[in-house]
């Protein structure tokens, strides 16, 4: 069965960088949407950013859009969160999950609903002061 296991989590100060990763196994990366979410202290898991691993097409929340970017090695069957200009209001644990993309044959595209996502990884603490 599929795994994910993140990892790069940390402390920084604000306006710093971290770069998460995340790796599959147990079953083709290929085909998949690949996401990244995240919940704080006493609230809800919220999502971050998605991509389908079959093609370019990224998705971001607002909040991280310009700061956060989502990337992949297909090769390594490795999902990537480069996290820069951090701020404290970011600080959560972070995790990585896969579904299936939503859509038809060359139309597929990545939902932001950590509902439709099945996998998850076990998570891992990014604090910013």
């Known amino acids: 069965h599929v795994q994910l296991v993140e990892s790069g989590g940390g402390s920084v100060e604000a306006g710093g960088s971290l770069r998460l990763s995340c790796i599959h196994s147990?079953?083709?990366?290929?085909?998949?949407?690949m996401g990244w979410f995240r919940q704080a202290s006493g609230k809800e898991r919220e999502a971050v950013a998605t991509?389908?691993?079959?093609?370019?097409?990224?998705y971001y929340a607002a909040s991280v859009k310009g700061r956060f970017t989502i990337s992949q090695d297909s090769a390594k069957d490795t999902l990537y969160l480069q996290m820069n200009d951090l701020k404290p209001e970011d600080t959560a644990v972070y995790y990585c999950?896969?579904?299936?993309?939503?859509?038809?044959?060359?139309?597929?595209?990545?939902?932001?609903?950590?509902?439709?996502?099945?996998?998850w990884g076990q998570g891992t603490q990014v604090t910013v002061s």
């Open positions: 999950a896969a579904g299936p993309p939503q859509g038809t044959s060359g139309l597929y595209w990545c939902t932001m609903t950590s509902a439709e996502y099945g996998v």
């Open positions: 147990g079953g083709p990366y290929a085909g998949h949407c």
């Open positions: 991509i389908f691993t079959g093609g370019p097409s990224t």
